[in-house]
């Protein structure tokens, strides 16, 4: 079952560029750097009462991020939400018809488990699905 929005995303060229402005615009710090090997992209995290803003800043060139950047540029990337069983969402959105880039769960930034659905199928939005893999209570 999605729970609610987790986190938006958002692209960016760099980093050390952005974090000070999204600081400014947001009044709050940055509370977490983290890069994601797997996914070639360097995040940065804001909280912002009980969501997120997650920015995006690609670690190679052959990143989904770079890639992004050089059809779109920067600007909103993708919407996450959080559920309490990942696979079973999965599985009921392939059910229900939607493709889904990854067809099992994999690790993401900020200690989630994560998968994405294919925006051809979500009417060209990339949506995230996440799961806590530690209690953060």
């Given at each position: ?17 952005s974090i000070p402005l999204y600081e400014a615009l947001l009044n709050t710090p940055c509370y977490k750097k ?104």
């Amino acid at each position: 079952m999605l729970l609610r929005i987790e986190h938006l995303g958002i692209a960016v060229d760099s980093l050390a560029e952005s974090i000070p402005l999204y600081e400014a615009l947001l009044n709050t710090p940055c509370y977490k750097k983290e890069t994601v090997g797997s996914e070639g992209v360097m995040t940065a995290f804001f909280q912002v009462g009980p969501n997120k803003i997650e920015l995006l800043e690609a670690t190679n060139p052959d990143s989904p991020i770079a890639k992004f950047l050089v059809t779109k540029g920067k600007g909103f990337h993708h919407v996450a939400f959080e559920t309490d069983n990942i696979q079973a969402e999965i599985e009921r959105l392939i059910a229900s018809g939607f493709e889904l880039i990854h067809q099992s769960p994999k690790p993401g930034a900020d200690h989630k488990m994560i998968a994405f659905l294919h925006p051809k199928s979500s009417d060209k939005l990339l949506v995230e699905l996440c799961q806590d893999t530690q209690d953060n209570a």
